[in-house]
Nanobody, 121 residues
């Protein structure tokens, strides 16, 4: 069993910063991709940022230059540093990872439970 546990959400004023963390635990052989999605009320879930093999990163246009994704391979943890936050960044943020539980297993996608980020004055 693999679990993704998120932390770091909360309330912040516009222009502020938050750092989200997501730790993967359980039976993990290899992690290919980790990322963050978000879903605002009444909207579809969207990809915010992703990191592949701990090296290659990509970002949604709306967060480029403000958010930074990073990964600690030794801790199986992915981070999302969010700066210059805007009210439109308000959403539930979900951690996502593509993981193999053993050498012979297929790659599987896992989701965290979500953490609320609220940006308002």
């Amino acid at each position: 069993q693999v679990q993704l546990v998120e932390s770091g959400g909360g309330w912040v004023q516009p222009g502020g910063s938050l750092r989200l963390s997501c730790a993967a635990s359980g039976s993990i052989f290899s992690i290919n991709r980790m990322g963050w999605y978000r879903q605002a009320p009444g909207k579809q879930r969207e990809l915010v940022a992703s990191i592949i093999n701990g090296i290659s990163t990509s970002y949604a246009d709306s967060v480029k230059g403000r958010f930074t994704i990073s990964r600690d391979n030794a801790k199986n943890t992915v981070y999302l540093q969010m700066n210059s936050l805007k009210p439109e960044d308000t959403a539930v943020y979900y951690c996502h990872a593509v993981i193999k539980e053993s050498a012979s297993a297929y790659w599987r996608a896992y989701w965290g439970q979500g953490t609320q980020v609220t940006v308002s004055s």
